[in-house]
């Protein structure tokens, strides 16, 4: 059973940083592609960014592109979303997101 265990979140001032993890559990995690996505309060689920099993491919959003870096640690299971320069648009629940499975999100809050 696929498991994901997101935490790093938390409340931060304007510009300031976090970084998010991401452990899964329940498959093996270096075969498959991860995602970040987030919720904003009273919006839908939005892409941020994603990765290939390997750790060599990524992509963004572009508002989120410059700022955030996805990485992962296929040896412990865990995907990572470096976020800089945060911004009160980035306020959002994040989620990790392997194929439309998603953990329970960790909530990011920056304030101005």
């Known amino acids: 059973q696929v498991h994901l265990v997101e935490s790093g979140g938390g409340l931060v001032q304007l510009g300031g940083s976090l970084r998010l993890s991401c452990v899964a559990s329940?498959?093996?995690?270096?075969?498959?592609?991860m995602s970040w996505v987030r919720q904003a309060p009273g919006k839908g689920l939005e892409y941020v960014a994603d990765?290939?099993?390997?750790?060599?491919?990524?992509g963004y959003e572009a508002p989120v592109e410059g700022r955030f870096v996805i990485s992962r640690d296929n040896a412990k299971s865990t995907l990572y979303l470096e976020m800089k320069n945060l911004q009160p648009e980035d306020t959002a629940v994040y989620f990790c997101d392997r194929g439309g499975v998603r953990g329970q999100g960790t909530q990011v809050t920056v304030s101005s």
């Open positions: 329940g498959f093996t995690f270096s075969n498959y592609g």
């Open positions: 990765i290939n099993n390997y750790g060599t491919m990524t």
